[in-house]
């Protein structure tokens, strides 16, 4: 089942692409270059890699997502396929993925399909939560989870620098940059950001939890963690970053 709400992700929780930005600059891409955005969501990144002249294709498993990226940039190319499997005719100077990988638990499967769809010294730029990602919030979902009886389980694939560099390496990838770093990330509405964030994101820790708990729950975790990840009235999303640029040689 497709999860994804592609409008409430643009509504509230926009920072997820506007933080990418800078990423842009980490991959340089050039005019002409051929450049795959894996996890390329609704498009926004896709579409500024593109202006810079780039042939661009962006890829998502959501079809949701890929419907409002194609929507909204007619003149990308879009197409829905997964990160552990996807195969697409060509190879490209660049891959660029931000915010994506982290949701790909096979990560040396996602690994091997970008080495190979990379050019000999094409280069590899993503970010992903990084070790210790969203730490506050997991926390807290985990204990009001448990005291109302139900199991949480941790889902997402949150790698310290040295995990993840060893899996690249492995790969035959060539490490040229890494940056490890926390980025509060500043969420909508304070008084519902982390309900919000959960409700969009972590859908998958509620699977067969009834909706009155479901809110408590989301109820409770918002009240816990507002003194603590609020800051001038502001309420900030706990995110650690894991970048890495890396070269297939
Ligand atoms: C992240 O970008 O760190 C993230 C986004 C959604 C869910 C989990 C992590």
């Not at 939560?129 to 807290?140: D, E, P, R, S, Y």
Request: with cysteine; net charge negative.
């Amino acid at each position: 089942m497709d999860q994804w709400n592609a409008d409430l992700y643009k509504e509230k929780h926009a920072f997820v692409f506007e933080y990418g930005n800078s990423l842009i600059d980490w991959l340089q891409p050039q005019a002409g270059e051929a450049i795959l955005d894996l996890g390329c969501g609704t498009g926004e990144l896709t579409a500024q890699l593109a202006q810079k002249g780039a042939i661009v294709t962006g890829i998502d498993a959501s079809a949701a997502m890929i419907k409002s990226a194609s929507a909204h940039y007619p003149e990308v190319t879009f197409a829905v396929a997964d990160a552990t499997t996807f195969a697409l005719p060509q190879q490209f100077d660049g891959i660029f993925s931000n915010a994506t990988l982290h949701w790909v638990p096979e990560k040396e499967k996602a690994i091997a399909r970008m080495y190979t769809h990379l050019k000999k010294g094409g280069r590899l730029v993503i970010e992903m939560g990084g070790k210790g990602n969203v730490q506050h919030i997991l926390t807290a979902l985990e204990k009001a989870m448990q005291q109302r009886g139900y199991t949480y389980e941790p889902f997402w694939y949150f790698p310290s620098p040295a995990e993840y560099i060893t899996l690249l390496e492995k790969a035959g990838f060539k490490i040229d940059r890494v940056h490890f770093f926390d980025r509060p990330s500043k969420l909508v509405d304070p008084e519902t950001g982390i309900s919000d964030w959960l409700e969009m994101f972590g859908g998958h820790f509620f699977a067969g939890v009834p909706e009155k708990d479901k809110g408590a729950i989301l109820q409770q975790v918002q009240h816990e963690l507002a003194p603590k990840l609020m800051r001038n009235g502001d309420l900030y999303a706990d995110y650690v970053r894991l970048r890495v640029a890396a070269t297939k040689i």
